[in-house]
């Protein structure tokens, strides 16, 4: 035979020797995979004369140790306050009336104009004071001024 016969020979007993080892690889993982997981192991049993604080003694290991905390929660810190919300009312008037001042106001969202006095809500806003220049509102505890602008 000629050299080139030689190099197809040894060519296919390569091939044949990876197809080999592919599928015992294949049929090992597939074995491995269809087994069961082995049980759990059994707990030990105590000593005949331990009793719960006996056996840490008797082995030597201090239990307390052991317990530790991996996490806690940071609860020394004050909740975050709440962020100001930008307020969208406008005022368009204050007017005088005969049981006081009234402020003309446009909450925004084409909600049209309301009419509010002192202790009002408008939305999620309290109408706390009325003057000739402004209203002062408060939300979430915050107070703020809305001006009346020419």
Not at 8 to 16: D, G, K, V, W
Not at 100 to 128: R, S
Not at 133 to 150: C, D, F, M, S, Y
Request: charged fraction near 15%.
């Amino acid at each position: 035979m000629t050299r080139i016969g030689d190099s197809e020979r040894a060519l296919r007993q390569q091939s044949m020797l990876m197809l080999a080892i592919a599928v015992i690889a294949v049929l090992a993982t597939g074995t491995w995979a269809a087994l069961p997981p082995p049980p759990p192991p059994l707990p030990k049993a105590a000593p005949a004369g331990a009793v719960n604080g006996d056996d840490a003694s008797a082995t030597g290991i201090d239990a307390a140790t052991w317990q530790v905390s991996l996490w806690r929660p940071f609860s020394d810190a004050p909740p975050p306050a709440p962020k100001p919300v930008p307020l969208t009312i406008k005022v368009f008037s204050i007017l005088r009336q005969a049981d006081g001042l009234t402020a003309a106001l446009d909450p925004g969202a084409g909600a049209g104009l309301i009419y509010a006095k002192v202790g009002q809500q408008v939305g999620n806003l309290t109408v706390t004071a009325i003057d000739e220049q402004g209203i002062e509102v408060e939300t979430n505890g915050r107070k703020q001024r809305v001006e009346l602008r020419p």
